[in-house]
């Protein structure tokens, strides 16, 4: 699992609830939520799931709905953010990690283009993570770009 989604999901969870993974790839975020208690799944191209369109998913609204290193493949970035915010529940976050564009392997997003992204959101915040990716055929550092956000409650 993302060690840094679970980081995030252990410091602000009390109880594990209900999620949706955007991007999936092959699920092992997905099956670590759900060996720790939560109920959820995931969605993707695999799935059948055009990210760069709007979806309401089945199961919600969500507690937490996250997506790792997907927003760089997206012709409709701005949607991923959309489709998250109608997907949670009021007072759920979404998580997201992508590339910054300091990342000499892939060139992905700084700060402010993520905070804009995230307007409708509250409690932003962002960070910058060194990331080795140990990968078959990878073998390099990464720059990555963690963001969260809370859906208001109405």
């Given at each position: 699992m993302n060690e840094y989604l679970k980081e995030f999901v252990d410091k602000t969870y009390s109880s594990p609830g209900n999620f949706i993974d955007l991007g999936?790839?092959?699920?092992?975020?997905?099956?670590?939520?759900r060996a720790s208690g939560w109920?959820?799944?995931g969605v993707d191209k695999k799935t059948g799931t055009d990210?760069?369109?709007p979806h309401l998913f089945r199961g919600g609204p969500f507690d937490l709905v996250y997506?790792?290193?997907v927003l760089h493949f997206l012709r409709?970035?701005?949607q991923l953010f959309e489709t998250a915010y109608n997907?949670?529940?009021d007072g759920g976050w979404f998580f997201v990690h992508t590339f910054h564009k300091t990342d000499e392997n892939i060139k992905g997003f700084d700060e402010s283009q993520i905070i804009r992204m995230l307007s409708k959101f509250?409690?932003?915040s962002t960070r910058i993570i060194e990331l080795w990716d140990d990968e078959v055929r990878h073998k390099?550092?990464?720059?990555i770009l963690e963001a969260v956000g809370k859906k208001p409650i109405m």
């Open positions: 999936a790839g092959s699920m092992c975020d997905v099956e670590s939520l109920s959820g799944y990210l760069n369109t997506s790792n290193y409709n970035k701005e997907n949670l529940k509250v409690d932003t390099h550092w990464h720059v």
